[in-house]
T-cell receptor, first 109, second 116 residues
Framework: RKEVEQDPGPFNVPEGATVAFNCTYS??????FFWYRQDCRKEPKLLMS???SGNEDGRFTAQLNRASQYISLLIRDSKLSDSATYLC??????????FGPGTRLSVLP | DARVTQTPRHKVTEMGQEVTMRCQPI?????VFWYRQTMMQGLELLAY????????DSGMPKDRFSAEMPDATLATLKIQPSEPRDSAVYFC??????????????FGPGTRLTVL
């Protein structure tokens, strides 16, 4: 089993739709969690950190469930510019960052 | 606008040749990561350094890959000899630890390597 798993995708949604990404991790000692975004043929960029209490940034909401070792990302009112691959990232302090395989999103006009 | 720089951006070489990739981390960042990304394997950590010392290089094939930080402004990744299966995009990222962890890694644009 991979350390970090994500929905295989791709997700094709119309503009304005709400889309949810799921991620599970296997290392219960994981302490920090992130969502990164990667555009085609570009480098990954931090979208948002994920906090235990959940956090929101505009149209984006991240949730963490430590008991289930599950992370989610919700995008509301999706825009064409949201089309990208979304990477779930997990870290144990003092150890390396583990990236999930990513879920590709295409927002269609 | 501080950013991580990588050279070369593209490299095409023949099997058996040596390949050297360079990375300049963001000034002040003391942690540097090397990743490899392929369609099949996704993003894999090869090695990372803190204060120029290697902390983890377990993801790197030791027989042909080597990573160094000659100084705080330069990280290098070498492959010798290169093989077709090394074809991938190699990313360098830098960060600075806060509260025991690193809140964000800043990635360079990557080196797209093709080994024929």
């Amino acid at each position: 089993r991979k350390e970090v798993e994500q929905d295989p995708g791709p997700f094709n949604v119309p503009e304005g739709a709400t889309v949810a990404f799921n991620c599970t991790y296997s290392n219960s000692a994981s302490q920090s969690f992130f969502w990164y975004r990667q555009d085609c043929r570009k480098e990954p960029k931090l979208l948002m950190s994920v906090y235990s209490s959940g956090n929101e940034d505009g149209r984006f909401t991240a949730q963490l469930n430590r008991a289930s070792q599950y992370i989610s990302l919700l995008i509301r009112d999706s825009k064409l510019s949201d089309s990208a691959t979304y990477l779930c990232v997990v870290n144990v302090y003092g150890q390396n960052f583990v990236f999930g395989p990513g879920t590709r999103l295409s927002v269609l006009p | 606008d501080a950013r991580v720089t990588q050279t070369p951006r593209h490299k095409v070489t023949e099997m058996g040749q040596e390949v050297t990739m360079r990375c300049q981390p963001i000034l002040g960042h003391n942690t540097v990561f090397w990743y490899r990304q392929t369609m099949m394997q996704g993003l894999e950590l090869l090695a990372y350094f803190r204060n120029r010392a290697p902390l983890d290089d377990s993801g790197m094939p030791k027989d042909r890959f080597s990573a160094e930080m000659p100084d705080a402004t330069l990280a290098t990744l070498k492959i010798q000899p290169s093989e077709p299966r090394d074809s991938a995009v190699y990313f360098c990222a830098s960060g600075f630890p806060l509260g025991g962890g690193i809140n964000e890694q800043f990635f360079g644009p990557g080196t797209r390597l093709t080994v024929l």
